[in-house]
């Protein structure tokens, strides 16, 4: 899933976890759906790029709508037509050292995924109108944008061991698969500076007990 490589990722590399925290630290809290809006561009960046390396679906179908020749392929009016988006979304001609998880690519001044080609279509391609995009795309971006912020801006956590460390991390279908799921570590909630009000009627009857976590 896009989560579990999206910690799979920040596991690896702690900068990225540590940058998506810095950003967070700017939200406003309690976090809603209104704060988080246009204020994480860094975090919207590591799960396109999550995506751009584990798309969740590996090929796009349709059919083609009128006789086409593509780089002297003749494809005919009505044939099935499948596009690999695993192979696109690593081609080398429209993104830079593609097997590198590089968030940057998603942030101006690069922005590659914008290019004329406009070649991440992890999402399919076109209006949702004509049938060719993802209807779900902006429910689901903004359900795994609200797991990551809870995970990673109100709890401190680990994988016992990197991801990409794994041997039981594989390739499968072009979609990596944790045959175990992942193990972490060390999770706790995060303590945070209390208000006034909340100071003012706090009674210490609330234990912060240690939170357990398992992905699979």
């Known amino acids: 899933t896009v989560l579990g490589d999206i910690f799979a990722h920040s596991s690896s590399e702690p900068t990225i976890a540590e940058s998506i925290a810095d950003e967070l630290d700017d939200v406003p ?38 006789d ?26 429209f ?40 209807p779900g795309r902006e429910i689901a971006l903004l359900a795994i944008k609200s797991a990551v912020i809870n995970a990673i801006g109100g709890y401190e956590w680990q994988l016992r061991k990197p991801a990409w460390d794994d041997h039981r991390y594989r390739e499968r279908y072009g979609v990596p698969n944790f045959e175990d799921g992942m193990r972490v570590e060390g999770f706790s909630r995060k303590r945070r500076a209390l208000s006034t009000e909340e100071l003012a009627t706090f009674d210490g009857s609330e234990e912060e007990r240690p939170i357990y976590l398992a992905i699979s």
């Open 68 to 93: 086409l020749n593509i780089r002297g392929l003749h494809v005919a009016k009505d044939s099935n037509v499948t596009a690999h988006t695993w192979y696109t979304l690593r081609d080398p001609r």
């Open 95 to 134: 993104w830079k050292n593609p097997d590198l998880f590089d968030p940057d690519r998603f942030m101006p001044p690069r922005n590659e995924h914008l290019i004329p080609e406009r070649p991440f279509v992890a999402f399919g391609s076109g209006d949702v109108d004509d049938g060719r995009a993802c």
């Open 29 to 66: 809290q309690p976090f809603s759906e209104e704060s988080i809006q246009g204020s994480t561009p860094y975090l919207d960046a590591c799960i396109y790029e999550t995506i751009r390396m584990h798309p969740p679906v590996g090929h796009i179908y349709a059919r083609a709508k009128v």
